[in-house]
């Protein structure tokens, strides 16, 4: 397999002694141990890299570190439950840099007193494989195996010959074998593929035996400890057999190889080679030390506007690391085929800007179920947008969880994250936009409501005969306070020569909008003044409401309007407001991207409760 890679073979080695008893394996260390100085004297590597916990391995590494040669170990800081166990920490012992694949095996080199500096997790290597793997034509891949000759001769080694259940083969190549892993309806034996590349799939397997006992596993994994017991392991076949799980991300995300080519190239070669051990106490939060070489938890954020189209990296912090802009187009075919390819891009630049990506929320105007990822009914702005499954294309493409929810639910949860809502039980968040919306905490937890249609407060009703809303009724707030309603509001004014004044102009080619009947009024347009003390008096009556409603500890204003209402909103609260809710505090949010950061804090707020 080396061979076929086309890699330049500088020196074979022989060193496995024949014979699968302890005495072949200790043999076959004290060979290698002869044959390797030669070797290595003469190669003069600048940094050795050793993968894994097999006993071969342990010759290398103890050969490399007694001649003062760099190593690099891949996978260290595993616990499987075997011998297996002690060669790989061995081999942590003798290594200079290591690069692991789970967050477990991450925090065990830590407590071994490894150099945090040193330390990259990656994810497994094999898993950059595994993820890609597109290969459609497997049942010719599974027809050619199961009728090898190779089978067949080891078969009849075997005595199993006659039983068409059976299939034995010595050796599959990779790329097959993927093919023959994903879809099988089950593995199993006690290999640590089970355990860690199968989950990739989905696969189910039975575990069998101790051996792997100690690894983290998927939830595909179902361990028969005592082996020999039968009626145990038909249980298990019963139980698991056709079965198909989600994929697990617990070993890697398909980005191992570019991280491990990035921490290669910051190794420093002329630093001393004398390992450093930081033994305890252990830092508290190790990754922000590392700040060069571990990368910073980040959400893929996407917010799906009427006009705009936006994708972000988002740290956990709430800094937008990099943001994307384009038009939102206007059929499903379009803009799903954009979205995808905006996330692609944007989580392949994550690796680049050092950026863990762990999963993608989205906020998109109209109707969310959040629990399936789907938009119900979508607002007008936004066409061909109903019944839209967001999460399945984009969890299949990406291979990581999705959420979605409303864009109103999302300024909410932006607000509890990193807003002034942080901390608080209750509150309340209004955004006053192109329409408008809101999203409601209560006890800490975002309200969807029984049909997920809670918090459309823009249809508020706040006058029997107001003019007609976007929804069908009339006299709603978003008919009222809307950038469209000022919008409309704003064209009557200058269709009759009212709305400009002295140190205004509208150039031909644009079209009249909310901000021009802003800046009229506050250049003296009594008129536009006017609109605007009415648009607030509305906005104002429906936060008295929710007041009345809700009775929360906070009211936060967000969106290109609110610092225009909230005067007018608090005067419309001191005079119509019960005396026990005047007290409530009403602010103009602070955040720029609520609903960038609402769509972050989905994935970052769930994802970080876990252990992984």
Same mark, same amino acid.
């Given at each position: 397999?080396?061979?076929?890679?086309?890699?330049?073979?500088?020196?074979?080695?022989?060193?496995?002694?024949?014979?699968?008893?302890?005495?072949?394996?200790?043999?076959?260390?004290?060979?290698?141990?002869?044959? /390797?100085?030669?070797?290595?004297?003469?190669?003069?590597?600048?940094?050795?890299?050793?993968?894994?916990?097999?006993?071969?391995?342990?010759?290398?590494?103890?050969?490399?570190?007694?001649?003062? #040669?760099?190593?690099?170990?891949?996978?260290?800081?595993?616990?499987?439950?075997?011998?297996?166990?002690?060669?790989?920490?061995?081999?942590?012992?003798?290594?200079?840099?290591?690069? %692991?694949?789970?967050?477990?095996?991450?925090?065990?080199?830590?407590?071994? %007193?490894?150099?945090?500096?040193?330390?990259?997790?990656?994810?497994?290597?094999?898993?950059?494989?595994?993820?890609?793997?597109?290969?459609?034509?497997?049942?010719?891949? #599974?027809?050619?195996?199961?009728?090898?000759?190779?089978?067949?001769?080891?078969?009849?080694?075997?005595?199993?010959?006659?039983?068409?259940?059976?299939?034995?083969?010595?050796?599959?190549?990779?790329?097959?074998?993927?093919?023959?892993?994903?879809?099988?309806?089950?593995?199993?034996?006690?290999?640590? %593929?089970?355990?860690?590349?199968?989950?990739?799939?989905?696969?189910?397997?039975?575990?069998?035996?101790?051996?792997?006992?100690?690894?983290?596993?998927?939830?595909?994994? /179902?361990?028969?400890?005592?082996?020999?017991?039968?009626?145990?392991?038909?249980?298990? *076949?019963?139980?698991?057999?056709?079965?198909?799980?989600? %994929?697990?991300?617990?070993?890697?995300?398909?980005?191992?190889?570019?991280?491990? /080519?990035?921490?290669?190239?910051? #190794?420093?070669?002329?630093?001393?080679?004398?390992?450093?051990?930081?033994?305890?106490?252990?830092?508290?939060?190790?990754?922000?030390?590392?700040?060069?070489?571990?990368?910073?938890?980040?959400? /893929?954020?996407?917010?799906?506007?009427?006009?705009?189209?936006?994708?972000?990296?988002?740290?956990?912090?709430?800094?937008?690391?990099?943001?994307?802009?384009?038009?939102?187009?206007?059929?499903?075919?379009?803009?799903?085929?954009?979205?995808?390819?905006?996330?692609?891009?944007?989580?392949?630049?994550?690796?680049?800007?050092?950026?863990?990506?762990?999963?993608?929320?989205?906020?998109?105007?109209?109707?969310?179920?959040?629990?399936?990822?789907?938009?119900?009914?979508?607002?007008?702005?936004?066409?061909?947008?109903?019944?839209?499954?967001?999460?399945t294309p984009l969890s299949d493409t990406l291979h990581l969880p999705v959420w979605v929810d409303n864009d109103g639910n999302c300024a909410a949860l932006a607000e509890r994250k990193f807003g002034q809502g942080k901390g608080l039980e209750n509150f309340v968040t209004l955004i006053t936009g192109t329409g408008i919306g809101g999203g409601i905490i209560h006890q800490h937890e975002l309200i969807h409501g029984s049909s997920f249609c809670a918090a459309e407060l823009g249809h508020i009703v706040v006058s029997l005969d107001g003019p007609d809303c976007s929804c069908?009724?009339?006299?709603?707030?978003?008919?009222?306070?809307?950038?469209?309603?000022?919008?409309?509001?704003?064209?009557?004014?200058?269709?009759?020569?009212? *709305? *400009?004044?002295?140190?205004?102009?509208?150039?031909?080619?644009?079209?009249?909008?909310?901000?021009?009947l802003i800046q009229a009024a506050k250049l003296g347009n009594a008129k536009a003044q006017s609109i605007l003390r009415t648009a607030g008096t509305a906005l104002g009556l429906g936060v008295v409401n929710i007041l009345h409603t809700m009775n929360p500890s906070l009211v936060i204003l967000s969106g290109v309007l609110a610092s225009h209402y909230i005067h007018t909103v608090k005067d419309v609260i001191r005079q119509q407001a019960l005396s026990s809710v005047q007290d409530v505090d009403v602010v103009v949010s602070d955040l720029v991207e609520p609903a960038l950061?609402?769509?972050?804090?989905?994935?970052?707020?769930?994802?970080?409760?876990?252990?992984?």
């Amino acid at each position: 397999m080396i061979e076929q890679d086309d890699f330049d073979i500088n020196t074979r080695l022989h060193t496995i002694v024949r014979g699968e008893d302890e005495a072949a394996m200790v043999e076959s260390v004290g060979l290698a141990l002869v044959k /390797l100085p030669d070797v290595l004297n003469r190669l003069k590597p600048d940094i050795m890299i050793v993968h894994g916990d097999r006993f071969d391995a342990l010759a290398l590494a103890t050969s490399a570190a007694l001649m003062n #040669i760099r190593i690099l170990h891949i996978e260290g800081g595993e616990v499987s439950g075997t011998i297996d166990d002690s060669i790989r920490h061995a081999i942590t012992k003798l290594a200079h840099y290591h690069v %692991c694949c789970t967050r477990s095996a991450e925090q065990h080199l830590i407590s071994m %007193c490894e150099d945090h500096d040193r330390i990259l997790l990656a994810g497994c290597p094999s898993y950059d494989k595994l993820l890609s793997a597109k290969n459609k034509d497997y049942m010719s891949i #599974i027809r050619m195996w199961l009728g090898s000759k190779e089978m067949v001769r080891v078969m009849r080694k075997k005595g199993i010959e006659h039983h068409p259940n059976f299939r034995a083969v010595k050796h599959v190549p990779f790329d097959q074998f993927i093919q023959l892993v994903a879809h099988a309806g089950c593995m199993i034996g006690n290999s640590s %593929c089970g355990v860690r590349e199968v989950g990739a799939f989905g696969t189910p397997v039975i575990n069998l035996g101790t051996r792997q006992i100690g690894r983290e596993t998927g939830e595909n994994v /179902l361990h028969v400890r005592d082996a020999d017991t039968q009626d145990k392991i038909l249980q298990a *076949l019963h139980l698991q057999f056709g079965k198909q799980y989600p %994929c697990s991300k617990i070993y890697g995300d398909g980005n191992a190889v570019p991280r491990i /080519l990035k921490f290669l190239k910051s #190794i420093d070669l002329q630093e001393p080679l004398q390992k450093k051990f930081c033994f305890p106490p252990v830092k508290d939060n190790i990754s922000q030390d590392i700040d060069h070489i571990l990368e910073t938890l980040s959400a /893929l954020a996407v917010d799906l506007g009427g006009t705009n189209l936006r994708v972000a990296i988002v740290s956990m912090k709430g800094e937008i690391v990099k943001k994307y802009t384009q038009f939102n187009p206007k059929t499903y075919e379009e803009r799903i085929n954009l979205i995808l390819q905006m996330c692609v891009e944007a989580a392949a630049e994550a690796v680049k800007l050092n950026c863990r990506i762990l999963g993608v929320g989205i906020s998109t105007g109209g109707r969310v179920n959040p629990r399936e990822g789907i938009v119900l009914h979508s607002t007008k702005l936004i066409q061909e947008w109903n019944s839209v499954d967001l999460r399945t294309p984009l969890s299949d493409t990406l291979h990581l969880p999705v959420w979605v929810d409303n864009d109103g639910n999302c300024a909410a949860l932006a607000e509890r994250k990193f807003g002034q809502g942080k901390g608080l039980e209750n509150f309340v968040t209004l955004i006053t936009g192109t329409g408008i919306g809101g999203g409601i905490i209560h006890q800490h937890e975002l309200i969807h409501g029984s049909s997920f249609c809670a918090a459309e407060l823009g249809h508020i009703v706040v006058s029997l005969d107001g003019p007609d809303c976007s929804c069908g009724s009339h006299g709603c707030i978003e008919a009222y306070a809307s950038g469209m309603a000022l919008q409309r509001e704003a064209k009557k004014l200058h269709d009759e020569d009212q *709305l *400009l004044v002295e140190g205004m102009s509208v150039p031909k080619d644009e079209a009249v909008g909310a901000l021009h009947l802003i800046q009229a009024a506050k250049l003296g347009n009594a008129k536009a003044q006017s609109i605007l003390r009415t648009a607030g008096t509305a906005l104002g009556l429906g936060v008295v409401n929710i007041l009345h409603t809700m009775n929360p500890s906070l009211v936060i204003l967000s969106g290109v309007l609110a610092s225009h209402y909230i005067h007018t909103v608090k005067d419309v609260i001191r005079q119509q407001a019960l005396s026990s809710v005047q007290d409530v505090d009403v602010v103009v949010s602070d955040l720029v991207e609520p609903a960038l950061l609402g769509a972050a804090s989905m994935v970052l707020d769930y994802t970080t409760r876990r252990i992984y």
